[in-house]
């Protein structure tokens, strides 16, 4: 947290990360377009601070290389900080139209990229994806059900039985990397945009697990949503499988 704090002591990192909230996955020359007074190496090293703190992302696509804003850490600032006097507001997770195979091509550059860090291992970490004992702790309170097998069904469920959304597995390899597609089934107007398709990958660095996040082909309503329920699932993930306790229920 002294490094999330410390990065955006700064008014200069503030406007970056404000730049990537209007439009994100720019590359830096488009950044450095945002602060026209400063050298490209200047900004390079903002956003090496950034990206330490783990406020920005990146993903390489080809020669070119894409930052995204990661809230992550924010989030987890405000879970232990803010909501102690504040309720959280978190947005409801949503899905959004998606190709559903890629038929081998390359794949195309994410829109959006979270990422976090989790003191556990890949193991603890693959099973609070996939165990719907963990996901109703984390996941807006919904029980996620597959046999895990390419081409199977991927369902997240209500307490009551319903079905809050749908989906199909990619691709697998336990504990590594997550494919599927997320199709919401709780909006008329999300479910009308189609399923959002998502790779969850799990990399050990350090004695830790990264996390990231990637989503693809997503509409402009959706990922305003998005950007603000992912946040709370990703945390809720982390503190569960980190202290084996559950976020407060968003409102």
Known sequence: MDEVFGAI?????RHLLDQLF?????TLGELCAHLPDMTRYGVMNHLRVLEEAGLVTTQKVGRSKFH???PVPMKLIQDRWISRFAEPRVGAITGVKARSETGGRDMDKPLHVYKT???ATPAEVWQAITDPDHTVQYYYGTRVESDWQVGSTINYRYPDGRLASDGEILAIDEPKRLEMTFRPLWDEELEQEGAVREIWSLEEVNGMVELAIEMYDIGPRTLEDFKEGLPYIVAGLKTLVETGRSLPSPN
């Open 22 to 26: 209007e439009r994100d996955g720019q």
């Open 68 to 70: 995204y804003l990661n």
């Open 117 to 119: 860090y989790i003191n």
């Open 9 to 13: 002591n700064d008014p200069s990192r």
